[in-house]
């Protein structure tokens, strides 16, 4: 069975940190790479960070230096720890691997969590 849950979302102040969480099913998790994706309102789903298997890590630029994704293979776990959090970095994040998972031909995605940068 396929599955990916995320958690670890929440409402944070300009500057603050959080950490999120996915449990991703074998499956999933057994890809090459896995990645943190957003989504804002109004706004197209991005891909914000990447490990592959090989432990090297890819971010989109404005992330850099204040995002670090991780993975725990025992627990086939995938961290995204965010720090110096903006009202920008509002959105829905989701886990996935990279490309996205594919399920009978329809792209899968779990609920994903919500990460909001609000004074």
């Known amino acids: 069975q396929v599955q990916l849950v995320e958690s670890g979302g929440g409402l944070v102040q300009p500057g603050g940190s959080l950490r999120l969480s996915c449990a991703a099913s074998?499956?999933?998790?057994?890809?090459?790479?896995m990645g943190w994706y957003r989504q804002a309102p109004g706004k197209q789903r991005e891909l914000v960070a990447t490990?592959?298997?090989?432990?090297?890590?890819s971010y989109l630029e404005p992330v850099k230096g204040r995002f670090t994704i991780s993975r725990d293979n025992a627990k086939n776990t995938v961290y995204l720890q965010m720090n110096s959090l903006q009202p920008e970095d509002t959105a829905n994040y989701y886990c996935?691997?990279?490309?996205?998972?594919?399920?009978?031909?329809?792209?899968?995605w779990g609920q994903g969590t919500q990460v909001t940068v609000s004074s």
């Open positions: 996935n691997s990279h490309p996205f998972w594919v399920d009978k031909g329809v792209p899968y």
């Open positions: 074998g499956s999933i998790f057994r890809t090459n790479a």
């Open positions: 490990i592959f298997s090989s432990g090297r890590t």
